[in-house]
């Protein structure tokens, strides 16, 4: 055993809908957009994540982006495989190395997900040498990434929003007490522009420039108290289909964001509602922790502590909370034993 543990590799992954992160050696050593590019002929692929994040929306007809994650679990079965061992491939510490170690892997996975879907996980992982493959449910991943001591006789709530879904769980004792997964998060929020921009300035834009808009004006709430400036947005004229260019404000995206904002708020207090007593006392004194990308949206704590009358904290540098926690599991296996899927 003492050899093979010489020859083996641990890594930690979260393999989310818009990023794919992965920690190897106590470091994020790979944080890229979970994109590939293919080449429509030959089915090679050319580029993985932020390469290819670049080609979005600009690519001629021989050439085809695929994000092969649809709502946190695998969509393309084919391209995620070939992404993840770009993506492990690339690790330099694993680059140096004269042939391909084994691994023992660490790989988080949405609440919600079927067995069929964890078998896709596992298998992808396997195929890219994971000998020990290891899955930890998101939200559990989150609270560790957060600091919370999750084998504690004491209720958490987290809501983690990533790119494909929303994860809202109450943790006690190492386990899940009652979750909700539900489909509306980033990718949403973003589409939501792309709708808004085309009904309301008969400005066509591109999936790439929406998400600029989230990311500079986003907004979950129409009064800020400290707003960010109006942003130029170009695109296509829809009635002229000359490119043109206009002008945006944050209230405007805090209406287009509303009704997927109110669907978030409205799983929180479903799931507030299926908590046990004890839980809820626990969770009116320790309040809701926030997490992922979708948590970094203007006002979209207070909007969440305004509705539920609780205090709203979101978790440092969100985006990497839960691959944290994945580090953390990985790294005291033993520990959390027995909340890692086999």
Known sequence: MGFFDFLTEEIAMDLGTANTLIIHNDKVVVDSPSIVARDRISGKIIAVGQQANLMQGKTHENIKTIRPLKDGVIADFDA??????????????????????????????PSGITEVEMRAVKESAERVNGKEVYLIHEPMAAAIGIGIDIMEPKGNMIVDIGGGTTEIAVIALGGIVCDKSIKIAGDVFTNDIVYYMRTQHNLYVGEATAENIKIQIGSATEDLETPPEEMSVQGRDLLTGKPKQVQVSYREIAKALDKSILRIEDAVMET??????????????????????????????????????????????????????????????????SILVR
């Open 272 to 337: 507030l509602s299926q908590t046990p007593p004890e839980l809820a006392a626990d969770i009116y004194n320790t309040g809701i922790y926030l997490a992922g990308g979708g948590s970094m949206l203007r006002g979209l704590d207070k909007r969440l502590s305004q509705k539920t009358d609780l205090p709203v904290y979101i978790a440092e540098d969100p985006l990497r909370a839960v691959v944290r926690g994945t580090g953390i599991a990985l790294k005291n296996i033993g520990r959390f034993k």
């Open 80 to 109: 995620s495989e070939k992404m993840i061992n770009m993506f492990i491939k690339n690790i330099p510490a694993l680059r140096r190395k004269l042939f391909q170690p084994a691994l023992r892997m660490v790989i988080c996975i």
